[in-house]
């Protein structure tokens, strides 16, 4: 089995990337929504952390999460939000797709994959390239032809925030910079 090595950084800035199993296009549903929502909260009270960005797409999320001061442990909190999810989820619409033999053995459902993307946050150019790669992602993978038709981003609180303008993420933007982000 591979050695994947996860950054200890405590009170780290990370980006993520955590996707659907298959890719299944559930995450967008009104039940899952609410469902990741009521997670993220929970886990949130429990094992605090602080979201600096977010995007909610058909079959995955990419956020950006700060750590409080002495603790680098974000795959607890994964694992929690994952874990939460997986049950309501399978007892508010059901069984996800086919579990294979794998999936069945260690007794899991087909809701997640069962890793994460991780990056270390190194500077404020590092965060800013990822949170415009964060808000700009609907846009890249056509399911709208700007950021701010995309509801489920941190999009429109930067707007309300004055960091960002209303018309900010066209199709047009940053096609020579793309980034492949664990995708």
């Known amino acids: 089995m591979p050695d994947y090595r996860r950054s200890i950084l405590e009170g780290g800035t990370f980006f993520f990337t955590v996707v ?3 890719r299944q296009p559930i995450l967008t549903t009104p039940v899952a929504r609410e469902i990741l929502r009521s997670a993220w909260i929970n886990v ?7 979201t600096d960005a977010v995007c909610l797409l058909p079959e995955h999320i990419h956020c950006i999460w700060t750590l ?3 603790d680098f442990n974000y795959s ?3 694992k929690e939000i994952k874990r939460l999810f997986t049950r309501d989820y399978l007892r508010q619409v059901g069984p996800g797709e086919f579990r294979n033999k794998s999936h069945q053995k260690q007794g899991e459902a087909a809701i997640w994959q069962r890793r994460f993307w ?3 946050i190194q500077n404020q ?6 949170v415009e790669y964060i808000l700009f992602n609907p846009v890249k993978h056509g399911l709208v032809e700007s950021v701010s038709g995309w509801p489920w981003s ?3 609180q930067f707007v309300k925030l004055g960091l960002y303008p209303n018309e900010w993420g066209g ?3 940053r096609e020579d910079k793309d980034i492949a982000f664990g995708e």
């Open 154 to 156: 941190s999009f429109h």
């Open 76 to 78: 607890v909190r994964w």
């Open 20 to 22: 659907a199993y298959n």
């Open 118 to 120: 991780e990056h270390t």
């Open 44 to 50: 949130q009270e429990r094992f605090p952390f602080t």
């Open 171 to 173: 199709s047009e933007l």
């Open 125 to 130: 150019e590092d965060l800013a390239r990822h």
């Open 68 to 70: 409080p001061e002495g």
